[in-house]
């Protein structure tokens, strides 16, 4: 089961004497001037929030900024100078030393940048490694093994040596030793940074499905914003041993809490951070399926509207298709009786769902002659792209920040139509 973890008021000071440099941090002096007048470094400056079990949590920094020094106190291996950092309620500063083994040996493992693999060791071997240090049988620590090098798509190389594998593949092996004990909490300090990009992107991949079959807390420390965007639930941004801002990846974007932040958040890439959920506006004209005079009545909106593409809806907002006047009129064409609107729907106008990310609109809009409806996993539609908004929203240094969604009712077709109002949505 994944665990929470809190961190309540954590300092951590390196040197002779951190109570004076704490009391220094009380009278408010910074972490500069405390260096210079006492010698000692805060790594770790009042730091307090709470790690939701279950999510990825990533820390970014500069260099320096303790985020090292941060989530090695999440098990001890630094200890904090002063506050209490709680693993599912229990305070971890106040385990003796072998409750602390036992937490590191099946709830806490962690995972680093530098592979560290042990050369004349098998794969196999290296993957059980901290299991063998915890004492467990050799069947029984191969086996778990076995199943984490599976998990992390290396079935089958357990009998290799690591200078077999290449660079990517070793850190795969860093990660299944990691998941060997099956811990409720990963580690992961700059995991992934050695790695070149495309594995990288792999690695980050892998590691979401991981996260997919079974979920655990995951703290990582990067210095990528889009690998922090791409894997995080949530970001912490640290300055100099202070945590700025704890937000997900859109509040940090759209909301960044100073100029650190935001200088952090210039150079994402937002195509491949933001979805079509995101910049999905509801501007368009979205008529009901409901009305046996479907396709006259749809035709009337268009040509009442001036528009020239109708949404249309289920009475639960499922997206049914896309309309054009033309289409209906072809539908129509020659038909006398009520006409259901799904003949007239276009084949090119296929929906996008919302997790599509805005770098892959580009090929489906391409094709579209309207802009894209936008929908839900469940097909509900949640408002179209269109290439100008698209483009736009690319178009500046910060993305904007989208105008929450419009909930605007769809319109109905009148059955008794053309006897009935001009049923025009409001149109924007
Ligand atoms: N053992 C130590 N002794 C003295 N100072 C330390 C020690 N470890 C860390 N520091 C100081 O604490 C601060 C935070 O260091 P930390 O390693 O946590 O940063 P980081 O954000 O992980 O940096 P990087 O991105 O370079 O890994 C730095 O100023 C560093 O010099
Ligand atoms: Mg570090």
């Known amino acids: 089961m994944a665990k929470q973890i809190i961190i309540d008021h954590v300092f951590k000071v390196f040197g002779e004497a951190p109570q004076r440099a704490l ?3 009380q009278q408010g002096l910074s972490k500069q001037d405390i260096l210079a007048r006492t010698g000692n470094s805060i790594g770790v400056f009042d730091a307090s929030f709470t790690i939701e079990p279950g999510e990825i949590f990533v820390v970014m920094g500069l260099s320096g900024s303790g985020k090292s020094t941060l989530v090695r106190m999440l098990n001890r291996l630094i200890t904090p100078t002063s506050g209490r950092i709680l693993v599912e309620g229990q305070d971890i500063g106040l ?3 072998r409750e602390l083994r036992a937490l590191r040996r099946k709830d806490i493992s962690m995972v680093f940048q530098s592979f560290a693999l042990m050369p004349h060791h098998t794969v196999l071997q290296n993957t059980a490694f901290g299991l063998e240090l915890a004492g467990v049988g050799r069947q029984e620590r191969e086996q778990a093994a076995e199943q984490a090098l599976a998990q ?3 079935a089958g190389w357990g009998a290799s040596y690591p200078d077999e594998l290449s660079g990517g593949m070793q850190q795969r092996v860093g990660l299944a030793r990691a998941l060997a004990s099956d811990p409720s909490i990963l580690l992961m300090d700059e995991a992934f940074s050695a790695l070149d990009p495309i594995i990288r992107t792999e690695m980050q991949s892998e590691l979401l499905r991981l996260q997919e079959s079974k979920r655990r807390t995951i703290v990582f420390i990067s210095h990528d914003l889009d690998e922090a965007m791409r894997i995080g ?3 912490a ?11 997900t990846p859109d509040e940090i974007l759209r909301c960044p809490a100073d ?3 935001r200088s952090f958040v210039r150079g994402v890439d937002a195509a491949a951070v933001f979805k ?3 910049i999905a506006r509801q501007a368009l004209t979205v008529v009901s399926a409901q009305g046996d005079r479907g396709c006259r009545a749809a035709l009337r909106i268009l040509e009442d509207s001036d528009r020239e593409y109708a949404y249309v809806l289920a009475s639960d907002q499922r997206l049914l298709g896309v309309v054009s006047s033309q289409s209906l009129r ?3 064409h020659g038909h006398h009786g009520p006409l259901g609107l799904r003949h007239a729907f276009l084949t090119n106008a296929q929906p996008v769902s919302a997790d599509t990310p805005v770098a892959e609109l580009f090929g489906p809009m391409s094709t579209a002659p309207c802009p894209l409806p936008v929908v839900s996993e469940s097909g509900t539609y949640l408002g179209v792209v269109s290439r100008t908004g698209v483009m736009r929203f690319l178009d500046r240094d910060t993305p904007p920040v989208p105008p929450p969604q419009e909930e605007s009712a769809p319109l109905q077709l009148n059955p008794h139509y053309p006897q009935a109002a001009n049923p025009v949505a409001p149109l924007q």
């Open 276 to 278: 079509a959920g995101d």
């Open 330 to 332: 072809d539908a129509l």
């Open 95 to 97: 385990l003796s030393e």
């Open 23 to 25: 009391e220094l941090v």
């Open 259 to 261: 100029d650190y932040v």
């Open 233 to 235: 639930d949530r970001i």
């Open 237 to 247: 941004i640290m300055k100099d041993g202070q945590v700025v801002q704890v937000g």
């Open 152 to 154: 992390v798509g290396l």
